[in-house]
């Protein structure tokens, strides 16, 4: 893994970076010559690969980072500026889901995913695009998911969140156009991440065999979470005068046996 010095200087936020999505993208961005501030709760993966990258020659920052505090929030920030300078790029990669029956879920447990998915990344949002307006340029890149187009049964608070995060990246594409800003979203289909890790073998059966029924596990595949991240360093790097609002990345069926 080799990273080069690029001589635009873009340094990039990215939330959620110590497992999955978050990490396979600050390596990507990284190698392509960005600074990569990574933030998460478990600040010390997130050293791990801010580690790895400047090894290899890149420049990366971790900071702890919990989207549910105001002021974690607005300290990871602060911190990631200082070290790195204006902060061009964010992208947001930060979510957790928890499984179950809607009618079986407790509120708490709803709200808790909503205030991190949702009011967590307007937190966020709100402490760094004020800079890039007044910069007159920045991108954001938030995550989505296909289930916010197709929704998976047993995941309601999860597909709740984001479907609010593409009505809330629209919004701020409206607010922020002529700014410089661009705003874009990318929906991944079934990734191989740490989401879904912790959960117990009784959830596992229940959702797998949900999906299954319903015709949700069509392809059989999981993507690695680089093909996700090269998708996300695209739309961070498109030239000038150009954005790309939404993508969506989905797994490649088997090859059909000749």
Same mark, same amino acid.
């Given at each position: ?11 990039? +936020?990215?939330? $959620?970076?110590?497992?999955?999505? #978050? ?7 990284? /190698?392509?010559?960005? @600074?990569?501030?990574? #933030? ?9 690969? !801010? ?12 900071? @702890? ?6 002021? %974690?929030?607005?300290?990871?920030? =602060? ?9 061009? !790029? ?20 709803? =709200? ?6 949702? +009011? ?17 340029? $920045? ?12 929704? /998976? ?9 984001? *479907?609010? +995060? ?7 594409? &409206?607010?922020?156009? #002529?700014? #410089? ?7 991944? $289909?079934?990734? *191989? ?5 912790? *959960? ?7 959702? &797998?065999?949900? *999906? %299954? ?26 030239? /000038? $005068?150009? %954005? ?8 490649? +069926? ?5």
């Amino acid at each position: 893994m080799s990273f080069g010095a690029h001589p635009d200087r873009r340094p990039v +936020i990215v939330a $959620g970076a110590s497992s999955g999505i #978050g990490v396979a993208t600050a390596e990507s961005l990284a /190698r392509l010559g960005h @600074p990569v501030a990574l #933030g998460a709760r478990r600040v010390e993966q997130c050293a791990e690969v !801010a580690a790895r990258i400047e090894q290899a020659g890149g420049e990366a920052f971790a900071h @702890p980072l919990d989207l549910a505090s105001q002021s %974690s929030v607005d300290a990871f920030v =602060a911190a990631s500026t200082e070290a790195l300078g204006d902060i061009e !790029a964010l992208v947001c990669s930060a979510a957790i889901l928890r499984p179950g029956r809607i009618v079986e879920t407790a509120s708490a447990t709803f =709200a808790e995913e909503v205030e991190i998915n949702v +009011i967590g990344v307007q937190r966020l949002v709100a402490a760094v695009v004020p800079g890039m307006v007044e910069r007159r340029r $920045g991108d954001v890149v938030l995550l989505s998911s296909d289930c916010a187009d197709a929704v /998976r049964p047993f995941m309601s608070s999860y597909a709740t969140t984001k *479907w609010a +995060i593409e009505g809330f990246a629209r919004s701020l594409r &409206l607010e922020t156009e #002529g700014t #410089g800003v661009r705003v874009g979203v990318v929906r991944p $289909g079934p990734t *191989w991440t740490g989401m879904g890790m912790d *959960w117990n073998a009784e959830d596992t059966a229940m959702v &797998l065999g949900g *999906w %299954s029924k319903l015709g949700f596990t069509r392809s059989g595949h999981f993507m690695k979470p680089d093909a996700v991240a090269d998708v996300i360093a695209t739309m961070v790097r498109m030239p /000038r $005068g150009s %954005s790309i609002p939404l993508v969506e990345v989905q797994p490649e +069926i088997e090859l059909e046996k000749p």
